[in-house]
């Protein structure tokens, strides 16, 4: 079950004049298919549970577009807003985050495949070298290229990227646009982001000691806090100012990602030349010649 699917269904109830409730309760008739997170979201709705609760059951599908999707839900039945916009606003960063997502692995997929095979060749020519065990030399040969041969699959794992996670300044920023979208005022919307996640909690905190929100929250979230001050500065609706902040914020995550992935190679080289060859040496090139010093 796709969550741009649930979005595109749900946006299209709302569009057809269904209060959130109503919708969700209609969801799983629209989607065509039982599913049983939208089945239990529809049953936690025609119970008259909170709209947060009701949604709780599609965290498995959302991830963590969750919170956005429970803020635009939870704001537009209670202002009263016209929620369609939200879910579709939903739908497509769900889908910008998944391209850059895929993007991402893509560009790494490369030098994660070169690292195996260059940490893999010389242990695929241990069988030749289990042959003449007997041979002392050979042994601890084997034995100590083994070693180096692990260690340096270590290290070129270590030297590889991995593709960047979701910044939290980028996630908040989509989730307090999505409850500015359904009608809750900037400081709630901020609060309720801040709130629900602990490690931003301090910065609550800050806000209740006196300090306003671009300055609570500046030392937690920096560009969420750079786009509200661009915002109050230029008056530019903040709705949209956050959200191409979250975009421009995974942007510049993939790029230094995908320049990290072109450094690659040149980090790999030390392990290669200091793990991978010595033990290529001593568990192919040492029994070898041992077998051919031998008399026949």
């Avoid at 649930?6 to 919708?23: D, F, K, N, Q, T």
């Avoid at 939903?90 to 850059?100: D, F, N, P, Q, V």
């Avoid at 931003?200 to 001050?229: C, H, K, M, N, Y």
């Avoid at 030349?273 to 026949?296: E, H, K, N, Y």
Wanted: charged share 20%; aromatic share 4%.
């Amino acid at each position: 079950m796709s969550s741009v699917l649930i979005c595109e269904r749900l946006a299209g109830l709302a569009r057809s004049g269904y209060p959130v409730r109503g919708a969700l309760i209609e969801l799983p008739a629209r989607l065509g298919h039982e599913s049983p997170q939208v089945i239990a979201a529809a049953r936690r709705a025609r119970l008259g549970a909170p709209i947060g609760d009701c949604v709780s059951p599609l965290a498995t599908i959302f991830g963590d577009a969750l919170p956005q999707l429970r803020a635009c839900l939870e704001g537009s039945a209670t202002s009263g807003a016209n929620w369609a916009v939200g879910v579709e606003e939903l739908a497509g960063s769900i889908r910008e985050k998944a391209t850059l997502r895929r993007s991402a692995e893509v560009a790494g997929a490369g030098a994660t495949l070169s690292a195996r095979i260059i940490a893999a060749l010389p242990l695929l020519m241990l069988p030749m070298g289990l042959r003449q065990l007997t041979d002392g030399i050979v042994a601890v040969s084997i034995a100590f290229g083994v070693l180096i041969g692990i260690a340096g699959y270590r290290w070129l794992v270590r030297v590889i990227p991995t593709p960047p996670v979701d910044d939290p300044s980028a996630t908040v920023a989509d989730e307090v646009a999505a409850s500015l979208d359904a009608g809750w005022p900037l400081d709630a919307a901020l609060e309720h982001a801040v709130v629900n996640r602990p490690p931003f909690r301090s910065a609550f905190r800050r806000v209740q000691l006196g300090r306003p929100w671009r300055r609570a929250i500046a030392e937690d979230l920096p560009g969420l806090a750079a786009a509200l001050t661009d915002a109050h500065a230029t008056g530019a609706p903040v709705a949209a100012t956050l959200r191409r902040t979250a975009a421009s914020i995974r942007r510049d995550a993939r790029q230094e990602f995908e320049r990290q992935v072109e450094r690659a190679p040149v980090k790999m080289v030390l392990p290669l030349v200091t793990c991978c060859l010595p033990s290529f040496v001593l568990i192919a090139i040492v029994p070898l010649l041992r077998g051919l010093a031998q008399p026949v």
